[in-house]
């Protein structure tokens, strides 16, 4: 969990993650919030056995993100990316509840 934090942390501080791909730079760049947010959901879950709570932490981290983002040169801070995480987060969440049975 912790190391999953960190890296969403260490990859929100590089001031470019363009590939030069055009369109398809932006959407997997938006399956990438939504895929690393479902893969945190999942760990906060594993290690707080507590569903509501892991999502609401999980929320809280990608608004810090966001804000984060915000002041590293060449990024934005975009509540749009706090919503697409969130899907992820709930995906996660989801998967992991089931698993967990809680």
């Known amino acids: 969990m912790i190391a999953c934090a960190t ?3 260490a990859l929100s501080g590089t001031p470019s993650l363009s590939t030069g791909l055009g369109f398809w730079d932006l959407v997997l760049r938006k399956l990438g919030h939504a895929a690393i947010y479902a893969v945190l959901g999942l760990l906060l879950v594993r290690a ?3 569903g509501a709570p892991s999502f609401l932490a999980g929320v809280a981290f990608a608004a810090s ?3 984060h ?3 590293v040169p060449g990024r934005v801070g975009a509540p749009l990316d706090v919503a697409i995480d969130t899907v992820g987060l709930l995906v996660g969440v989801s998967v992991a509840a089931r698993r967990f049975r809680l």
């Open 48 to 50: 707080w056995r507590r």
């Open 7 to 9: 890296l969403i942390f």
């Open 69 to 71: 983002q915000h002041f």
């Open 65 to 67: 993100d966001e804000v």
